[in-house]
């Protein structure tokens, strides 16, 4: 068996006409073809226009390879990048569809999931992490059956919202990189009454010591890791020894062949994984899943309990989530497939039809401090 050709898929995911970035939110699906006829499918994230062009250079140094040998053809492709210097979420999102699309591959043609292939699952049934910033939200999310939910960093909102829930449901508070050190301890300080499973992103991101000064300061868990793209940067995220909880995005780190190596380094330094779905689409979920039902190390996974109606309709097979889990499929490789008529309704929209919100560092930082 030998890959013949990648195809890239660039689908629109947005609800509504506000963005925050360049042309909203769409999904970067791949097939990959073979000369036997099997194909295999994957998703790729971070900036997906960009990562798409990345994607259709690079398809070709996979022409004729084996895709049964994902390690070889991971480092192959990983390599043939290095020249252009650390290329982050680009290099990091075409790794991970076509490194997906391979597995997905090996599943169907030994009609087997792809968590057989990662050593078999410990569960089946993953638990899965919602959205809510109101009472009525993380109410009808409880009914469901969540126990777990993410909210913004309001203190009085969070307050209200553990009086109403009760102390059974994990409540994870999103910060998004935008407080200072001190400010993400006075947070962290504010919120120990209400004991949140963690604080995500309490600090910017690309700076790993003001993270680890508030991991030696704040008495509640930390989480981050959602704008990382490779095992190396997850090793000194993991090392600082500042987060309890690891949230690795199988659409920018490079796949299944990573996650499972992330996997492992959680394993080995007691840290959890709620890998960050909020922004992906269902291909780049259900390969989390596959990975989550293989580790012990699971904690839950980020899920949109509200999504474009269109999504079930692109991509097929997905199962629907009962009672606040996601089951498994024991379907061969990733057990979904692309639809390409539905595909076709839904392509990516001109830049100049979104109302965008930008936002400064310096208007970031009036509002934090209510001076705007």
Request: glycine share 8%; net charge negative; aromatic share 8%.
């Amino acid at each position: 068996m030998w890959i013949e050709n990648v195809q890239t898929y660039l689908v629109n995911a947005n609800i509504l006409q506000r963005a925050d970035r360049p042309r909203g939110r769409n999904w970067l699906f791949i097939k990959m073809s073979t000369y036997e006829g099997i194909d295999g499918i994957g998703e790729a994230s971070g900036w997906p226009e960009v990562v798409q062009k990345g994607i259709e250079e690079l398809a070709g140094a996979l022409y004729r390879e084996e895709p049964f040998h994902t390690e070889r053809n991971w480092q192959k492709l990983y390599r043939s990048l290095n020249t252009h210097g650390a290329t982050g979420v680009v290099r990091g999102g075409i790794l991970s569809a076509l490194d997906m699309a391979m597995w997905d591959i090996k599943g169907k043609k030994l009609e087997v999931p792809i968590y057989d292939l990662l050593g078999g699952p410990i569960t089946g049934r993953i638990r899965i992490c919602g959205h809510a910033d109101t009472v009525k939200e993380a109410r009808a999310l409880v009914e469901r059956g969540y126990t777990a939910f993410k909210c913004k960093p309001d203190v009085p909102l969070l307050t209200e919202l553990r009086a109403a829930l009760g102390p059974e449901i994990d409540i994870a508070v999103h910060c998004q990189g935008q407080f200072t050190p001190s400010e993400a301890l006075s947070l962290a300080e504010d919120l120990r009454p209400i004991r949140p499973v963690f604080l995500e992103d309490p600090t910017d991101p690309a700076d790993l010591n003001a993270l680890r000064w508030l991991g030696e300061r704040a008495r509640v868990p930390l989480a981050a890791g959602e704008t990382l793209f490779s095992k190396w940067g997850f090793r000194d995220l993991i090392e600082t020894r500042a987060i309890s909880v690891a949230q690795p995005d199988i659409t920018r780190i490079g796949g299944i062949t990573e996650a499972k190596k992330i996997a492992a380094l959680c394993e080995a330094h007691g840290v959890m994984l709620a890998p960050h779905e909020s922004a992906t689409g269902p291909i780049g979920e259900m390969a989390a899943l596959h990975v989550l039902a293989t580790t012990p190390a699971c904690l839950f996974v980020e899920h949109r309990a509200r999504d474009v109606f269109w999504r079930r309709d692109v991509v097929t097979g997905m199962p629907t989530d009962k009672e606040g889990h996601i089951t498994v499929p024991a379907k061969p490789g990733l057990g979904l497939e692309l639809n390409e008529v539905e595909i076709a309704k839904y392509p990516v929209k001109p830049y100049i039809d979104f109302n965008y919100e930008y936002e400064d560092e310096i208007a970031m930082n009036r509002r934090r401090r209510g001076t705007d």
